[in-house]
């Protein structure tokens, strides 16, 4: 089914951002993950925008995605900027 990933995948994405899978006891330390959501937590409060799904396409605010559209929906959009 589309939007369904396999457990490789999600290990894959999993490794991507440095979450260790097993083993170690669970920690606050953070990932590479980490800054990312940091910058962009920042990002959208600056611009007044706390709740999701607000999206932005090249810091402007886009009132017509919502959180519900396919990938083919999301590269459309973007095909017409």
Known sequence: AAGVINEEQCATAL???????????????????????????????IRAIHVTPTVLVNGIEAPDISSGWTCDQFLEKLKSL
């Open 15 to 45: 490794a991507f951002v440095g979450i260790e899978t097993g083993g170690e006891e669970p920690s606050n330390a953070g990932n590479r993950a980490t800054g990312l959501l940091k910058f962009c937590v920042k990002y959208h409060r």
